[in-house]
């Protein structure tokens, strides 16, 4: 276990994420607190990893676009999320079984790429599809269906990442999910427990803390522990090797230091077919 550096804790030792085989993470906090930043230095930290393939899903389009290099795929409309998050239900699938087949209970790097799937804002999985309903707006006409069509591909799309969710971490597979306030309204309850390592930024309540981090935390970590001014400060959960929330902050990333990381680890990205196989929702669809 390599393990991958994503900040500094108040202890001054290393803040590090178990890795490969890492638990599914949740990130919340307000906006500006750092979540992007979070999932940066995330990225940053496992893009070196030879056998690591990325893939993203960002509908506001603008936070994970700089590593698109060293990504093997970026959704940045729900069309294309909804057609990731199909492919990675298939691989996981076609992952089980395999493990199964040949007796292995754990992924291990001798059989495939790891995964690390980063959603920046979750909740934004929840948005109807827009060019679904502008296409409505323009021509006036099928609107109610298109509108039922676009509520069933947000229900399709809460489904596809709960069964994700459950039963990816075996398969090799680590989602990392960011989003404001990770309440059951934004994530799935059933979602949210799968998401194991919690980390929080600044938050403006106890209310929120409790969203964030678990309810047992309400009590014990003021929301006023992260300053206004401490991007990046956070706390985090559910890491395997303690039980105790651990203060820490996480690295600043840069937009040069992005450019410069995807500049040295571009070559290492697996491509789609590499870590997907030829049976794709894209392929699917051409049939
Ligand atoms: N670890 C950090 N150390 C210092 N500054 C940071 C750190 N992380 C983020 N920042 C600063 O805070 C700003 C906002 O961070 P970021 O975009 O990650 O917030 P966010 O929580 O994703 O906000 P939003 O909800 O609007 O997406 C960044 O532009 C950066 O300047
Ligand atoms: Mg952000």
């Not at 960002?58 to 294309?80: F, H, Y």
């Not at 099928?142 to 947000?154: H, L, N, P, V």
């Not at 840069?254 to 030829?278: I, W």
Request: with cysteine; proline share 5%; aromatic share 6%.
């Amino acid at each position: 276990m390599s393990g991958l550096n994503i900040g500094r804790r108040f202890d001054n030792k290393p803040l590090m994420l178990p890795w490969p085989g890492c638990p599914h993470i949740q990130i919340g906090g307000e906006t500006g607190s750092g979540k992007s930043g979070v999932c940066n230095s995330t990225i940053g930290a496992v893009a070196g990893h030879t056998d690591t393939a990325i893939v993203g899903i960002d509908l506001k389009l603008v936070e994970l676009s700089p590593w698109s290099r060293r990504l093997t795929s970026l959704a940045t409309t729900p069309a294309e999320a909804d057609r990731l998050l199909v492919d990675l239900r298939r691989l996981i699938a076609t992952r089980a079984a395999w493990l199964e087949d040949n007796g292995h209970r754990k992924w291990q790097s001798a059989f495939g790429p790891w995964v690390l799937v980063v959603i920046d804002e979750l909740a934004e999985l929840q948005a109807l599809d827009a060019d679904l309903l502008a296409g409505v707006i323009e021509t006036g006409e099928g609107g109610q269906q298109a509108i039922r069509q676009a509520k069933t591909g947000r229900q399709v799309r809460t489904g596809l990442l709960g069964g994700l969710a459950r039963l990816a971490r075996f398969c090799g597979i680590t989602i990392v999910g960011a989003t404001q306030y990770p309440s059951a309204e934004v994530i799935d309850q059933q979602i949210r427990t799968q998401l194991t390592i919690k980390i929080m930024l600044r938050v403006a309540s106890g209310e929120q803390v409790a969203v964030c981090l678990g309810q047992g935390y309400a009590n014990a970590i003021s929301p006023k522990s992260i300053g206004p001014n401490e991007r990046g400060g956070l706390w985090i959960v559910g890491l395997p090797d303690t039980a105790k929330p651990i203060r820490a902050r996480a690295h600043l990333v840069t937009d040069a230091d992005v450019a410069a990381r995807v500049a040295g680890t571009a070559h290492l990205t697996p491509s789609y077919e590499t870590v997907f196989g030829k049976d794709t929702a894209d392929a699917f669809q051409a049939y």
